[in-house]
T-cell receptor, first 114, second 112 residues
Framework: NAGVTQTPKFRILKIGQSMTLQCTQDMNHNYMYWYRQDPGMGLKLIYYSVGAGITDKGEVPNGYNVSRSTTEDFPLRLELAAPSQTSVYFC?????????????FGDGTRLSIL | KQEVTQIPAALSVPEGENLVLNCSFTDSAIYNLQWFRQDPGKGLTSLLLIQSSQREQTSGRLNASLDKSSGRSTLYIAASQPGDSATYLCAVSGAAGNKLTFGGGTRVLVKP
């Protein structure tokens, strides 16, 4: 039971480069999320999706893009990487809106922009 | 805008002592509240989820209470162990039930 899988686990980018962080879940969850966590801080929501073909902005969407072409996958795209995007990125999913449904998290991608 | 606060930011206790972790939120119109554990360099593990209609949830040595009217939740960990050392985060889901707002976490160290 893989749950939520994120790749890569670590990455170093140069300023101005672009990359895609991959996230896939095998639990047939409808809702998926991308968060970033800066050192010593809580998580901030970047984007989320309530189903294939539907995405919406979270608290800190600038500099990022997402797509949701399948239920399983929710990639996060960084265009023109900036030092302020150095962070740990977490993907999460949950089955649906139900009040008893917890979010399940991947192990994160540690990204450094130099 | 919902704001979630966890005080203190760090806590150190001797093994065997009970842990009390606090979480406060500004908007009482929540759908549910979750407590997570995060080990260094790892993702988040869901510990307890309290729906808005509930007052508490229990799992083993863990008990979480929810008082929506005062905007507070408390996580109790009984008879702490060194293995309980981690960062504990609380998060609330807004009325729409689709997004979580996180607190900054409380870093716990249980000394043998």
């Amino acid at each position: 039971n893989a749950g939520v899988t994120q790749t890569p686990k670590f990455r170093i980018l140069k300023i101005g480069q672009s990359m895609t962080l991959q996230c896939t879940q095998d639990m047939n969850h409808n809702y998926m999320y991308w968060y970033r966590q800066d050192p010593g801080m809580g998580l901030k929501l970047i984007y989320y999706s309530v189903g294939a073909g539907i995405t919406d902005k979270g608290e800190v969407p600038n500099g990022y893009n997402v797509s949701r072409s399948t239920t399983e996958d929710f990639p996060l795209r960084l265009e023109l990487a900036a030092p302020s995007q150095t962070s740990v990125y977490f993907c999460a999913s949950k089955r649906d809106r139900g009040g008893n449904q917890p979010q399940h998290f991947g192990d994160g991608t540690r990204l450094s922009i130099l | 805008k919902q704001e979630v606060t966890q005080i203190p930011a760090a806590l150190s206790v001797p093994e065997g002592e009970n842990l009390v972790l606090n979480c406060s939120f500004t908007d009482s119109a929540i759908y549910n509240l979750q407590w997570f554990r995060q080990d260094p360099g790892k993702g988040l593990t869901s510990l307890l989820l309290i729906q808005s209609s509930q007052r508490e949830q229990t799992s083993g040595r863990l008990n979480a209470s929810l008082d929506k009217s005062s905007g507070r939740s408390t996580l109790y960990i009984a008879a702490s162990q060194p293995g309980d050392s981690a960062t504990y985060l609380c998060a609330v889901s807004g009325a729409a039930g689709n997004k979580l707002t996180f607190g900054g976490g409380t870093r716990v160290l249980v000394k043998p």
